[in-house]
């Protein structure tokens, strides 16, 4: 009796790590090689240049808060102003930042900001 019953915590033990093992494989992220899994890097943009930093200045000020939830791809650019850092998403129709500190809200820019900036980033 006393076998049995140690035989029974024995496959207890073995069938609870078999369930926890499977739960780990559902939750992790699938691996960089993984055909699924699209990265895409950050630039970071140097503005040097007091025309770049305003240009930048500008947009940021003259930006539109959007409303709802935000649910961003991968930002394309970073940009730093300052204290405050932004991630940037740009195309040659529309633009988008987002601060930071404040990764819930983001921001359209302006057309004339859309143009300049990317211009700016066309010319990297």
Request: charged residues 25%; aromatic residues 8%; hydrophobic residues 30%.
């Amino acid at each position: 009796m006393k076998k049995l019953h140690i035989l029974l915590i024995a496959v207890g033990f073995i069938l609870v790590g078999c369930l926890e093992e499977q739960g780990k494989e559902i939750s992790e992220p699938q691996n960089e090689s993984s055909p699924e899994t699209v990265t895409s890097k950050m630039n970071s943009l140097e503005l040097k240049e007091p025309e770049e930093i305003d240009i930048f200045t500008k947009a940021v000020s003259e930006s539109n808060k959007e409303s709802g939830i935000v649910n961003m791809t991968n930002p394309q650019y970073q940009f730093s102003i300052g204290e405050e850092t932004y991630f940037l998403w740009i195309t040659e129709e529309s633009g988008t930042i987002m601060n930071t500190k404040d990764t819930h809200t983001i921001y359209s820019l302006s057309s004339n900001s859309v143009k300049e900036i990317y211009n700016f980033v066309s010319k990297g």
